[in-house]
Structures are given as structure tokens and as C-alpha cells.
């Protein structure tokens, strides 16, 4: 049976008195309010996910709807009420306290949003700090630390000191210390969420441009669906507690799982996260491939449909590999997709 790198199975966590009784309630059809009424909070609410290998899988969701609580339970910061937290086929809520703290040391990181420089060492042993708790040489860690430092675009500020960097840089040395312990499983809460918006889409680039290679398994918490839709392989969507939605962005642009999810989309830059395939449709009688304006795959953004759209009246071609003609994307729907979501049914 294959195994996913990272799974969590029915994963509860309740704060307050009697959490099981308040688990009993909540697996009969008890929501968040009334639990509060009895003083108890019902921060997650039966969770269940999994995370493949080199996947960046970001949870999204308003203030308090329990992501970081989600996180703390993965690496194991939070006893789950309930459920199952499993990493590379070891169930971390089975492990004596003393097993857990090994496997966050050496197998975990977590980048969060402020990240707690030390102000009085260097960039670089601030970025080693992780492997000086593992007990690393002075020698090794300072190799590491160098190289995931280039990594994260600091190479030449090793020795300066963090007051010397801007907001983005020491974000970047957070990043770098996370990279060095060479810790195949990532947390990110709301790592880029305090950056100015270009130094933050900045950030973006080069944690996906560092994944190419790295293929860490990334779990990142963001509540702006935008950052969610250009980072994650998969987003799950948070509301008070529950996931309701887990999907690639395309599928929740596209198929939001209710009025909630749907409200979140109208921001999203729709011509970016739309891809060909999504949009296309058969080709009429007569359809002449050879007269399009552009042909693509069906992966293609449509923001790049934009221009050979404009150019000509005849559809754009979407082909497969092989170059077979698989679907077109006239103008008129080009444009129509814009506004609204495409393919929802009339009853979702
Ligand atoms: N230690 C705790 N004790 C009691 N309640 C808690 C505790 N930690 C979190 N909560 C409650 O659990 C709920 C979820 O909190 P959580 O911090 O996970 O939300 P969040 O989605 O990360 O929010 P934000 O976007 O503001 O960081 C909130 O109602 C919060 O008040
Ligand atoms: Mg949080």
C-alpha cells in the first residue's frame, strides 16, 4: 500500500473542559457555538488530509478558523484531542515525549511569521541556531548554515546582524535556518504574511523556485487565497474549525464547495489560476486548426490567451502531447470566464 508522506486522520483539538465529551458532540453534528456555550472551545474540528513528497500544501481560512492549531498538533507542539497524525508511517501521537522531540528536531522545521531572530548573533548563527540545538559541530553547521543562506539569496550578509536587514531579508534568514537542518517536512504559518506585497510575492517565487530542487513536503498556512492559489499543489479551506473544501486551486475557482468557499474566489486573479483545459470546449464543424491564432496545452494560464485572442476571431487550439487537437477556447468564452465561476452546477 502506498503511504503518503504526511497524513492527519479525524484530527480534533478542544480547549477547555471535558474535551472528549465535546468530541462525542462534535462527531454527532455539534458545531463551534454550541460548544461555546458550555465554555469550550472547538479549535479543529475533524480534520483529514495528506501531503505527498515535494507537495506545498496550504491551508487557508480567516482569523481563528484553527490553522495554527492544525500546525502545532503536525509537528506535534499540540496533543490532538482525537486522531492521527502520521509522518513517514510513524504515528507521532504513539511517541513518548522524548521520541517526538527527535523527530521535531530533526525532521521538522517551522518558519513563522515574525521569526524570532536572535539580535545579537550574526545572520549567520542565526541561521545555524537550528543545528546547535541538534547538537551539530561548529564546523558542520556553519557549512550548512552558508549554503542554505545562498539558497535563500543572503549569500554576503553572513556576518552582518539582523537589525542590519530589511523586514525581507530577515524573513529570509528564518527560511535559511529552517533549510539547513535539512528537514524534509516544512511549516510555514503565515511566513510572508508581515511583507510589503512585492517583497512578499518575491518570497513566493523563490520558496516555489526552491522547492524545484529541494522537493521538501510543505505545509503553509496563509488566509489570502491568492498566495494559497500560487503556492499550493492543494489548498484546504478552513471554517470555524472544519475543512470544507480541499482541492488544487483550479477546483476551487472553479467547483467552490459552497457559498463561503465562493465568496473567497472573487478576488482571485482569475486569468492566472484558470488554465486552457478548464475553459475549452468542442471545436464546431469546420473548425480549421490551422487558422488559430495560438495553439497550447491544456495546463496553459489563460492570461496568455489573451493576446492571439485578440488577433484573430478563430479559437485558440488546446492539444494534447502528442499534439492531437483535444479542445478550443473561442474569444466570447475567453472573456465570459472572467466574471464567474465556470462549470459549477445550478444547484451548488
Ligand atoms: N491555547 C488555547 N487555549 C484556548 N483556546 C485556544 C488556544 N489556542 C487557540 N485557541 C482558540 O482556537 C481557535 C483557533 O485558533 P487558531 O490560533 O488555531 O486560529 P488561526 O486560524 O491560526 O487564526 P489566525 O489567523 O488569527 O492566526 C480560536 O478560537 C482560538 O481562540
Ligand atoms: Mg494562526
Given at each position: 500500500?502506498?503511504?503518503?508522506?504526511?497524513?492527519?486522520?479525524?484530527?480534533?483539538?478542544?480547549?477547555?473542559?471535558?474535551?472528549?465529551?465535546?468530541?462525542?458532540?462534535?462527531?454527532?453534528?455539534?458545531?463551534?457555538?454550541?460548544?461555546?456555550?458550555?465554555?469550550?472551545?472547538?479549535?479543529?474540528?475533524?480534520?483529514?488530509?495528506?501531503?505527498?513528497?515535494?507537495?506545498?500544501?496550504?491551508?487557508?481560512?480567516?482569523?481563528?478558523?484553527?490553522?495554527?492549531?492544525?500546525?502545532?498538533?503536525?509537528n506535534?507542539?499540540?496533543?490532538?484531542?482525537?486522531?492521527?497524525?502520521?509522518?513517514?508511517?510513524?504515528?507521532?501521537?504513539?511517541?513518548?515525549?522524548?521520541?517526538?522531540?527527535?523527530?521535531?528536531?530533526?525532521?521538522?522545521?517551522?518558519?513563522?511569521?515574525?521569526?524570532?531572530?536572535f539580535?545579537?548573533?550574526?545572520?549567520?548563527?542565526?541561521?545555524?541556531?537550528?543545528?546547535?540545538?541538534?547538537?551539530?559541530?561548529?564546523?558542520?553547521?556553519?557549512?550548512?548554515?552558508?549554503?542554505?543562506?545562498?539558497?535563500?539569496?543572503?549569500?554576503?550578509?553572513?556576518?552582518?546582524?539582523?537589525?542590519?536587514?530589511?523586514?525581507?531579508?530577515?524573513?529570509?534568514?528564518?527560511?535559511?535556518r529552517?533549510?539547513?537542518?535539512?528537514?524534509?517536512?516544512?511549516?510555514?504559518?503565515?511566513?510572508?504574511?508581515?511583507?510589503?506585497?512585492?517583497?512578499?510575492?518575491?518570497?513566493?517565487?523563490?520558496?516555489?523556485?526552491?522547492?524545484?530542487?529541494?522537493?521538501?513536503?510543505?505545509?503553509?498556512?496563509?488566509?489570502?487565497?491568492?498566495?494559497?492559489?500560487?503556492?499550493?499543489?492543494?489548498?484546504?479551506?478552513?471554517?470555524?474549525?472544519?475543512?470544507?473544501?480541499?482541492?488544487?486551486?483550479?477546483?476551487?475557482?472553479?467547483?467552490?464547495?459552497?457559498?463561503?468557499?465562493?465568496?473567497?474566489?472573487?478576488?482571485?486573479?482569475?486569468?492566472?489560476?484558470?488554465?486552457?483545459?478548464?475553459?475549452?470546449?468542442?471545436?464546431?464543424?469546420?473548425?480549421?486548426?490551422s487558422?488559430?491564432?495560438?495553439?497550447?496545452?491544456a495546463?496553459?494560464?489563460?492570461?496568455?490567451?489573451?493576446?492571439?485572442?485578440?488577433?484573430?476571431?478563430?479559437?485558440v487550439?488546446?492539444?494534447?502531447?502528442?499534439?492531437?487537437?483535444?479542445?478550443?477556447?473561442?474569444?466570447?468564452?475567453?472573456?465570459?470566464?472572467?466574471?464567474?465561476?465556470?462549470?459549477?452546477?445550478?444547484?451548488a
Amino acid at each position: 500500500m502506498y503511504v503518503s508522506r504526511l497524513e492527519a486522520e479525524d484530527l480534533y483539538k478542544v480547549f477547555g473542559r471535558r474535551p472528549d465529551e465535546a468530541v462525542e458532540k462534535l462527531r454527532r453534528g455539534a458545531d463551534r457555538e454550541e460548544l461555546r456555550a458550555d465554555g469550550t472551545t472547538a479549535a479543529v474540528i475533524d480534520a483529514s488530509f495528506s501531503v505527498e513528497s515535494g507537495q506545498i500544501f496550504v491551508v487557508m481560512g480567516l482569523s481563528g478558523s484553527g490553522k495554527s492549531t492544525l500546525l502545532r498538533m503536525l509537528n506535534g507542539l499540540l496533543e490532538p484531542t482525537a486522531g492521527h497524525v502520521r509522518f513517514d508511517g510513524q504515528d507521532l501521537t504513539e511517541l513518548s515525549p522524548r521520541e517526538l522531540r527527535e523527530v521535531r528536531s530533526r525532521k521538522i522545521s517551522m518558519v513563522f511569521q515574525h521569526f524570532a531572530l536572535f539580535p545579537h548573533r550574526s545572520v549567520l548563527e542565526n541561521a545555524a541556531y537550528g543545528l546547535e540545538v541538534q547538537g551539530v559541530s561548529r564546523e558542520t553547521r556553519e557549512q550548512r548554515a552558508l549554503e542554505a543562506l545562498e539558497l535563500a539569496g543572503l549569500k554576503g550578509w553572513e556576518k552582518s546582524f539582523p537589525d542590519e536587514l530589511s523586514g525581507g531579508m530577515q524573513q529570509r534568514v528564518g527560511l535559511a535556518r529552517a533549510l539547513a537542518t535539512d528537514a524534509d517536512l516544512l511549516l510555514m504559518d503565515e511566513s510572508f504574511s508581515a511583507l510589503d506585497p512585492l517583497i512578499r510575492r518575491d518570497m513566493q517565487d523563490q520558496l516555489l523556485e526552491l522547492q524545484k530542487t529541494l522537493k521538501k513536503t510543505i505545509v503553509f498556512i496563509t488566509h489570502d487565497l491568492n498566495e494559497a492559489m500560487r503556492l499550493g499543489d492543494r489548498i484546504a479551506v478552513m471554517r470555524d474549525g472544519r475543512i470544507v473544501q480541499i482541492g488544487t486551486a483550479e477546483d476551487i475557482l472553479v467547483r467552490p464547495a459552497n457559498d463561503y468557499v465562493e465568496s473567497f474566489t472573487k478576488d482571485v486573479d482569475r486569468s492566472r489560476v484558470l488554465t486552457a483545459g478548464a475553459i475549452m470546449g468542442e471545436p464546431e464543424n469546420g473548425y480549421d486548426a490551422s487558422r488559430a491564432p495560438a495553439t497550447v496545452t491544456a495546463d496553459t494560464p489563460i492570461i496568455d490567451l489573451f493576446t492571439p485572442c485578440s488577433t484573430s476571431d478563430v479559437a485558440v487550439s488546446v492539444v494534447d502531447e502528442d499534439g492531437g487537437l483535444i479542445g478550443v477556447v473561442p474569444r466570447a468564452r475567453l472573456l465570459a470566464v472572467l466574471g464567474e465561476p465556470v462549470g459549477v452546477s445550478a444547484d451548488a
